[in-house]
């Protein structure tokens, strides 16, 4: 056995840490955030209050021309020429007062002067708004159906006073030359139907073309052959068709009254 003693066994070292694992770099691409300022939130209610009046401006835009204001069917949504469609609001039938003893020495469109492009349901005019309510209703009825078909129904001349259709008279002599001739056109203020309110002039070849096959459905006819555009009233038509025309109006026996 040897005298000395024995070297100690050296402890172990301890293992090293690891290091700390450096933090990722921030990407540079990425927008940085910011905190909204007061004049950031300005901004945004202001946008916000200026789309809320584009969005009230487009609504009422719309009704405008959709014929929804001025409530009736008036001269601007109803006009069968601005829309191609054209109709009573909600559906409703507008009639006139049917008076044919109203201002009968009237002139101009109180006395039955039609402005251009006058739809069916334009009754703020005169020459609309004196027409037999049943005729009125009749024409409407057929001025929607034919707005369906794509077809724009517009009124050149409907109830006339004394006065004005006396004046058509005298033209109408002044330019065929005699009041035979002119009898062939213009009726009397006496035996006119436009006086009484019992007649209506169809403007458009296309409107007089879908009348002249639909009309009678509505009890609407033709009662010239010389005046395709002249369309009256007849009961029972839609059942048993429009009666046979007279060539023109002085083969009307109301015209000899």
Known sequence: MSDTAPLPIPAPRAPLAAPAEAPAPADASA?????????????????????????????????????????????????AGDSGAAGPVDGAVLAGDGDPSRDQDATGVAGGVVPDGTSAFDVDVPGLAGLDPRLLDALQRAATDASSDGVDVVVNSGWRSAAHQEQLLRDAVAQYGSAREAARWVATPATSAHVSGDAVDIGSWDATDWFSRNGASYDLCQVYENETWHYELRDGASRNGCPPMYRDPTEDPRMRA
Do not use: C, E, K, N
């Open 31 to 79: 927008p940085r955030r910011r905190r909204l300022g007061a004049r950031d939130l300005t901004l945004m209610v202001a946008a916000a209050v200026l789309l809320v009046a584009a969005l009230v401006a487009a609504a009422w835009a719309g009704v405008a021309f959709s014929g929804g204001t001025p409530v009736g069917g008036g001269s601007i949504g109803g006009r």
